[in-house]
């Protein structure tokens, strides 16, 4: 149970609480099995308290330290964690469901059993001392489920309940189209024209602007975006277009990719190096947009699609029955 004198200092207020934590630093706050029910303890200072058991299910956590407490067993269902610091803290078999977690350092804290269901997660921190197994992504009462890692846990549970996301899945693996270029003042025109034009034809286009330095979070990006691509559609005209987004794409990933040359531009030196994987088509070298747009379908959209077809037939041939 909880210390009677602490359990009635955090009952006046957060800012009676903090001046209560700066005079006696060396006390460890006992707070077990508390109830906190909707309280807000917002900017509180709970670093290293004893929260076991405690129930702060509603509870307003924005911006607490709670640094190295122990929330074991503790129900923060709908607490609003958004910017809490939880580094170090034991949330083992916490009841986490719909509660609210947006940019909450998660670092070193230990989450192994805690019940997430219908929580919400965005931008959180977690590194590798994060103990996160056996996260419980269903209801209780419902057969559990468990995946070990609290920001897959959202997905997951979302990809097997919501038929809407896995339509959007559905779409975007079946109908993206990545576009790659630069948006120069004389690229950007012909890029943003097809992408209309793919709309007409029931494609979803993602056009990147990689019109940025170079970093790697943006190769990254362009990684992840290939991977949900049913094809690529490169843009080689420019001179200093798209080095690093092909060098990190083709070598790796089955994805056909047409590239595009207007008039007589030239490829960078080293795109020859990439006619050897199956999947790079050859480019299509055109004479201005309105030639471009009207031979879209026959001279871009159906030679990848024949490749998409042609990679797919491979692989079902070398998958085993």
């Given at each position: 149970m909880a210390d009677e004198e602490h359990l009635q200092i955090i009952r006046q207020g957060v800012d009676i609480w903090n001046e209560w934590r700066e005079k006696h630093?060396?006390?460890?706050?006992?707070?077990?099995?508390?109830?906190?029910?909707?309280?807000?303890?917002?900017r509180a200072d709970l670093g290293g308290a004893d929260l076991s058991g405690a129930d702060l299910s509603g509870a307003d956590l924005r911006r607490a330290n709670l640094s190295g407490a122990i929330l074991g067993g503790a129900n923060l269902g709908g607490a609003?964690?958004?910017?809490?610091?939880?580094?170090?803290?034991?949330?083992a078999g916490a009841d986490l469901g719909e509660a609210v977690l947006i940019g909450t350092d998660l670092c070193g804290?230990?989450?192994?059993?805690?019940?997430?269901?219908?929580?919400?997660?965005?931008?959180?921190?977690v590194d590798d001392q994060t103990n996160q197994q056996n996260l419980i992504i269903t209801p209780l009462g419902?057969?559990?489920?468990?995946?070990?890692?609290i920001e897959v846990a959202q997905f997951i549970y979302l990809l097997l309940n919501n038929q809407a996301i896995r339509k959007v899945i559905d779409t975007i693996t079946s109908k993206a189209v990545l576009i790659l270029g630069r948006f120069s003042e004389d690229r950007k025109p012909v890029l943003d024209a097809v992408r209309e034009e793919l709309r007409k034809h029931d494609y979803v286009p993602i056009l990147f602007d990689f019109d940025v330095?170079?970093?790697?979070?943006?190769?990254?990006?362009?990684?992840?975006?290939?991977?949900?691509a049913r094809f690529i559609i490169a843009d080689l005209t420019d001179p200093s277009s798209i080095p690093k987004e092909l060098e990190a794409i083709v070598p790796g990933l089955a994805v056909p990719v047409q590239p595009l040359l207007e008039g007589l531009a030239k490829p960078y030196a080293m795109f020859k190096d990439y006619w050897k994987y199956d999947w790079v088509l050859p480019p299509y070298r055109y004479?201005?947009?309105?030639l471009l747009l009207a031979t879209l379908v026959e001279k871009v959209i159906g030679p990848a699609e024949a490749k998409v077809k042609a990679l797919e037939e491979r692989r079902r041939a070398i998958e085993p029955s």
């Open positions: 630093p060396e006390l460890i706050p006992d707070l077990r099995e508390t109830y906190l029910v909707e309280t807000d303890l917002r609003y964690l958004k910017g809490a610091n939880l580094s170090r803290v034991n949330l804290a230990t989450l192994n059993g805690s019940s997430v269901y219908g929580a919400s997660i965005w931008g959180i921190k419902k057969l559990a489920i468990t995946v070990d890692d330095p170079e970093n790697r979070d943006i190769t990254e990006t362009v990684s992840l975006l290939a991977r949900m004479e201005g947009l309105q």
